[in-house]
């Protein structure tokens, strides 16, 4: 706390003490008032009191005096009376609280409970007077109330009397209100007086001391110029003056003496190395940081041969900054920058000073800077930067000697999921391990670099055809070799784009371009494999992106469409379920097969959108149905799921928000998921499914026995149905060991309680077959082709057909 604060505080003190006595004074007032409105009340009920047990007085000469007390009615009169008259309300109550008079006559004969204390019982059973507050619902803010006794002529206590003395509170508080607030004005004006009082004095004393104050930290800086000045006769004054003669004395003596210890000072404590030459080449000063640098230390350094560090300095020392590398005794070697300033007097050279400075770090990270800046940071491999920069080089070194040049283009097949599944740590180790492998099995001269996520470039210098080809072959037997990460197995391949005549391109950016083409095309042919570059793919390429534009909008105008095929029963002969299976009617090429668009949607990742609009269409659809007909309405409709969609954590939710929103029954909805989708994460997978199930959703296997076809998963994923590819329904006629094994897929469906459905029947014996193998569900062209759903509606309930 600070002079001001101390000097403020204290006038705030009295401030503070006057408020409090002007406190205590209105205090003091309003006890006094609410003591005395006391005192009249209970004077007041006394009167009644003594007026209902002893009677009123005789209004004229030998009238007969009767207490109030025993007659109700005289003694509701009085009570009506004095309300009426002197605006006061009293209760009378005998020795058990009973009311024996009241205003209010509903409360006459009931028991008095308004005091929560009992002042009432403890008035009647000890004769003293007390006050309390009656609280009731009517008067939930209380009514000030004083009760006394009521005796008989013999002294005998028959009861009390209750008597509001709000109003005789209210008249005496307010009668001392206006003392009160002169008190408080008076007290107000003090206190601003006092604290102004103090503000102003306290401001003056601290604006010199404050100055004193300023001029003693000036001096501890080493400032002795500064001077207080010296106005006033007291002891503030007198300190000034006193303090103005020492600061004088200082500043004779500093200037003695600070010339020589700044000096000293400056050149010990300096970062940098300083040494001082003389004529003759030879060291004569260096401060610590020049021993310390130089690994020599000062001792070692003083009269040594200036040629030792600098080697210019046989030839005479010039001014200039140079830099070099300085072998210190220990055998270690430092980065020096060092700036000579010769010394010249009278036109005659007197030496030089040299400044040291160990810019060993600053070069490394420098380096390290310029490194990280052209290459990637997970494999330590050159960038896309240094890789243009380099790929520039070379053509223009091609295009002048005819050298071949080379650029292969990699993209990791199968990646995402790796990443997805275990973890981006383990995605991070199998991008290092694909690049040490690929560095392997390429030429020590060949660039390899990280473009970006799971994309490699190589550039080949002096390489033909053949050898391009024999090096991207051999990348993708690097990669095609299997992952072991984080103790488990990963397979993933590549897809090779290759450039095999780059010189005869524009530039790099047109060279990397053409690579990525040829890389999409490889992916889009199967991948695992290189293409070479052609101009037609770059056509290709163009048409997949406008297609790829124009799939992104297909939801929003309103050009998707919903076919249904049908799934019949069997024995029934009728048409137990649909699929639901999506069409794109496309405005320029007409309407496409799921073939010519779902794989762009996927590996865009456009199918989630699409998945969405076919399940809600669906269940819309079927809801429809089953309200307009529903005697031939389907009893389900599947709906299949894509990977992507299967991954997201709110896909319960948007499937309880399709069935909520069409209000389709959840048994009328079947999800169809492939064994690869299925087998990625079983355990992820069955917790999944198994949040749909309790949706009352049913999961199908969709082309089983195309994946994984184990019997264990059957057992470990909840589902429902189990669809049997038609690849199993090809070739089933004629074929006995293909028939055993249908019959045998069909009965072990039956035995774990699965609905089994034959898929691809396009024969009628191929049909026959499956009804003799107990096979119940079946759908193929050969029982219904795909079709819109407003035409399988109108076929199927429209009644000349169904006749």
């Given at each position: 706390?600070?002079?001001?604060?101390?000097?403020?505080?204290?006038?705030l003190?009295?401030?503070?003490?006057?408020?409090?006595?002007?406190?205590?004074?209105?205090?003091?007032?309003?006890?006094?008032a609410?003591?005395?409105?006391?005192?009249?009340?209970?004077?007041?009920?006394?009167?009644?009191?003594?007026?209902?047990?002893?009677?009123?007085?005789?209004?004229?000469?030998?009238?007969?005096?009767?207490?109030?007390?025993?007659?109700?009615?005289?003694?509701?009169?009085?009570?009506?009376?004095m309300?009426?008259t002197?605006?006061?309300?009293?209760?009378?109550?005998?020795?058990?609280k009973?009311?024996?008079?009241?205003?209010?006559?509903?409360?006459?004969?009931?028991?008095?409970?308004?005091?929560?204390?009992d002042?009432?019982?403890?008035?009647?059973?000890d004769g003293?007077?007390?006050?309390?507050?009656?609280?009731?619902?009517?008067?939930?803010?209380?009514?000030?109330?004083?009760?006394?006794?009521?005796?008989?002529?013999?002294?005998?206590r028959?009861?009390?009397?209750?008597?509001?003395?709000?109003?005789?509170?209210?008249?005496?508080m307010?009668?001392?209100?206006?003392?009160?607030?002169?008190?408080?004005?008076?007290?107000?004006v003090?206190?601003?007086?006092?604290?102004?009082?103090?503000?102003?004095?306290?401001?003056?004393?601290?604006?010199?001391?404050?100055?004193?104050?300023?001029?003693?930290r000036?001096?501890?800086?080493?400032?002795?110029?500064?001077?207080?000045?010296?106005?006033?006769?007291d002891?503030?004054?007198?300190?000034?003056r006193?303090?103005?003669?020492?600061?004088?004395?200082?500043?004779?003596?500093?200037?003695?003496?600070?010339?020589?210890?700044?000096?000293?000072s400056?050149?010990?404590?300096?970062?940098?190395?300083?040494?001082?030459?003389?004529?003759?080449?030879?060291?004569?000063?260096?401060?610590?940081?020049?021993?310390?640098?130089?690994?020599?230390?000062?001792?070692?350094?003083?009269?040594?041969?200036?040629?030792?560090l600098?080697?210019?300095?046989?030839?005479?020392?010039?001014?200039?900054?140079?830099?070099?590398?300085?072998?210190?005794?220990?055998?270690?070697?430092?980065?020096?920058?060092?700036?000579?300033?010769?010394?010249?007097?009278?036109?005659?050279?007197?030496?030089?000073?040299?400044?040291?400075?160990?810019?060993?770090?600053?070069?490394?990270l420098?380096?390290?800077?310029?490194?990280?800046?052209?290459?990637?940071?997970?494999?330590?491999?050159?960038?896309?930067?240094?890789?243009?920069?380099?790929?520039?080089?070379?053509?223009?070194?091609?295009?002048?000697?005819?050298?071949?040049?080379?650029?292969?283009?990699?993209?990791?097949?199968?990646?995402?999921?790796?990443?997805?599944?275990?973890g981006?740590?383990?995605?991070?180790?199998?991008?290092?391990?694909a690049?040490?492998?690929?560095?392997?099995?390429?030429?020590?001269?060949?660039?390899?670099?990280?473009?970006?996520?799971?994309?490699?470039?190589?550039?080949?210098?002096?390489?033909?055809?053949?050898?391009?080809?024999?090096?991207?072959?051999?990348?993708?037997?690097?990669?095609?070799?299997?992952?072991?990460?984080?103790?488990?197995?990963?397979?993933?391949?590549?897809?090779?784009?290759?450039?095999?005549?780059?010189?005869?391109?524009?530039?790099?950016?047109?060279?990397?371009?053409?690579?990525?083409?040829?890389?999409?095309?490889?992916?889009?042919?199967?991948?695992?494999?290189?293409?070479?570059?052609?101009?037609?793919?770059?056509?290709?390429?163009?048409?997949?992106?406008d297609?790829e534009?124009?799939l992104?909008?297909?939801?929003?105008?309103?050009?998707?469409?919903?076919h249904?095929?049908?799934?019949?029963?069997?024995?029934?002969?009728?048409?137990?379920g649909?699929?639901?299976?999506?069409?794109?009617?496309?405005?320029?090429?007409?309407?496409?097969?799921?073939?010519?668009?779902?794989?762009?949607?996927?590996?865009?990742?456009m199918?989630?959108?699409?998945?969405?609009w076919?399940?809600?269409?669906?269940?819309?659809?079927?809801?429809?149905?089953?309200?307009?007909?529903?005697?031939?309405?389907?009893?389900w409709?599947?709906?299949?799921?894509?990977?992507?969609?299967?991954?997201?954590?709110?896909l319960?939710?948007?499937?309880?928000?399709?069935?909520?929103?069409?209000?389709?029954?959840?048994?009328?909805?079947?999800l169809?998921?492939?064994?690869?989708?299925?087998?990625?994460?079983v355990?992820v997978?069955?917790?999944?499914?198994?949040?749909?199930?309790?949706?009352?959703?049913?999961?199908?296997?969709d082309d089983?026995?195309?994946?994984?076809?184990s019997?264990?998963?059957?057992?470990?994923?909840?589902?429902?149905?189990?669809?049997?590819?038609?690849?199993?329904?090809?070739?089933?006629?004629?074929?006995?060991?293909?028939?055993?094994?249908?019959?045998?897929?069909?009965q072990?469906?039956?035995?774990?309680g699965?609905?089994?459905?034959?898929?691809?029947?396009?024969?009628?014996?191929?049909?026959?077959?499956?009804?003799?193998?107990?096979?119940?569900?079946?759908?193929?062209?050969?029982?219904?082709?795909?079709?819109?759903?407003?035409?399988?509606?109108?076929?199927?309930?429209?009644?000349?057909?169904n006749?």
């Amino acid at each position: 706390m600070n002079v001001r604060q101390k000097l403020f505080g204290g006038y705030l003190l009295v401030a503070l003490m006057v408020a409090a006595t002007a406190l205590i004074g209105w205090r003091s007032t309003t006890v006094s008032a609410e003591r005395a409105a006391a005192l009249e009340a209970a004077r007041l009920a006394r009167g009644v009191a003594l007026d209902i047990a002893l009677g009123l007085s005789a209004d004229t000469e030998g009238e007969v005096i009767a207490p109030l007390y025993y007659s109700p009615e005289a003694l509701g009169n009085y009570l009506q009376r004095m309300h009426a008259t002197q605006h006061r309300d009293a209760v009378v109550v005998d020795s058990g609280k009973y009311i024996l008079g009241d205003v209010v006559e509903e409360n006459v004969a009931s028991v008095f409970d308004h005091d929560l204390g009992d002042e009432v019982g403890k008035t009647i059973d000890d004769g003293e007077s007390r006050v309390f507050v009656e609280t009731s619902a009517d008067y939930p803010g209380g009514i000030k109330q004083v009760v006394v006794p009521m005796n008989t002529k013999a002294g005998k206590r028959i009861g009390a009397v209750i008597l509001e003395y709000t109003p005789i509170y209210e008249q005496m508080m307010a009668s001392t209100r206006t003392s009160q607030i002169i008190t408080m004005v008076s007290s107000a004006v003090v206190i601003l007086l006092v604290l102004a009082l103090g503000f102003g004095l306290s401001g003056s004393l601290i604006r010199r001391i404050t100055s004193l104050t300023a001029a003693v930290r000036a001096i501890r800086t080493g400032d002795y110029s500064l001077r207080v000045p010296p106005d006033g006769r007291d002891e503030i004054g007198r300190l000034a003056r006193a303090f103005n003669s020492m600061a004088e004395q200082l500043e004779l003596s500093a200037r003695e003496i600070l010339a020589k210890e700044y000096t000293d000072s400056i050149l010990a404590n300096a970062g940098e190395g300083i040494c001082g030459i003389d004529p003759a080449g030879r060291i004569t000063f260096a401060n610590e940081a020049a021993g310390r640098i130089t690994g020599l230390g000062v001792a070692g350094l003083l009269q040594r041969a200036a040629t030792v560090l600098f080697p210019e300095a046989a030839d005479g020392l010039t001014s200039g900054i140079r830099e070099g590398r300085l072998l210190r005794p220990d055998g270690t070697t430092v980065r020096v920058e060092y700036n000579v300033s010769s010394l010249e007097k009278a036109g005659r050279p007197i030496g030089a000073v040299v400044v040291l400075r160990d810019v060993t770090r600053q070069r490394d990270l420098e380096h390290d800077l310029r490194h990280q800046a052209l290459h990637d940071g997970l494999t330590g491999l050159p960038n896309r930067k240094l890789l243009l920069d380099r790929l520039d080089h070379s053509l223009n070194r091609a295009r002048s000697s005819g050298e071949h040049i080379a650029l292969l283009y990699l993209d990791l097949d199968g990646f995402k999921r790796v990443n997805d599944s275990l973890g981006h740590n383990a995605g991070d180790l199998l991008l290092r391990t694909a690049a040490e492998r690929l560095s392997a099995v390429l030429r020590p001269h060949d660039t390899v670099a990280r473009l970006g996520g799971d994309e490699f470039a190589v550039l080949l210098e002096g390489a033909t055809p053949p050898v391009v080809e024999m090096l991207a072959r051999a990348c993708l037997d690097a990669i095609a070799r299997p992952f072991v990460v984080h103790g488990r197995e990963a397979v993933v391949t590549v897809s090779v784009g290759v450039v095999p005549d780059a010189a005869r391109y524009t530039d790099a950016d047109e060279v990397i371009r053409n690579a990525d083409v040829a890389m999409y095309a490889a992916k889009d042919l199967g991948k695992n494999r290189f293409m070479v570059f052609e101009n037609r793919m770059h056509e290709q390429l163009l048409t997949r992106l406008d297609q790829e534009n124009r799939l992104r909008e297909a939801v929003h105008r309103g050009e998707l469409r919903l076919h249904l095929q049908p799934v019949f029963a069997v024995q029934e002969g009728r048409v137990a379920g649909a699929e639901a299976l999506v069409r794109w009617q496309d405005p320029f090429r007409g309407l496409q097969q799921p073939g010519s668009f779902i794989p762009l949607a996927e590996e865009t990742g456009m199918i989630i959108e699409i998945d969405r609009w076919i399940l809600l269409e669906a269940c819309r659809t079927l809801r429809h149905w089953q309200v307009e007909s529903p005697w031939t309405a389907p009893a389900w409709v599947s709906v299949n799921l894509s990977a992507a969609h299967l991954d997201l954590p709110d896909l319960t939710d948007h499937v309880a928000y399709a069935l909520a929103t069409t209000g389709l029954s959840p048994q009328c909805l079947v999800l169809e998921l492939t064994e690869t989708v299925m087998m990625r994460d079983v355990a992820v997978t069955s917790a999944r499914l198994q949040e749909l199930r309790e949706l009352g959703v049913r999961i199908a296997i969709d082309d089983f026995g195309t994946g994984y076809s184990s019997l264990g998963y059957l057992r470990d994923i909840p589902v429902d149905v189990l669809k049997l590819d038609r690849s199993f329904i090809t070739g089933l006629v004629g074929n006995g060991r293909q028939q055993e094994l249908v019959s045998a897929i069909v009965q072990l469906g039956h035995t774990l309680g699965l609905r089994v459905v034959a898929e691809g029947v396009e024969e009628a014996d191929e049909l026959s077959l499956l009804t003799v193998m107990g096979c119940k569900f079946v759908q193929g062209y050969h029982l219904g082709r795909p079709e819109p759903a407003h035409q399988l509606y109108e076929r199927l309930t429209t009644p000349a057909l169904n006749s």
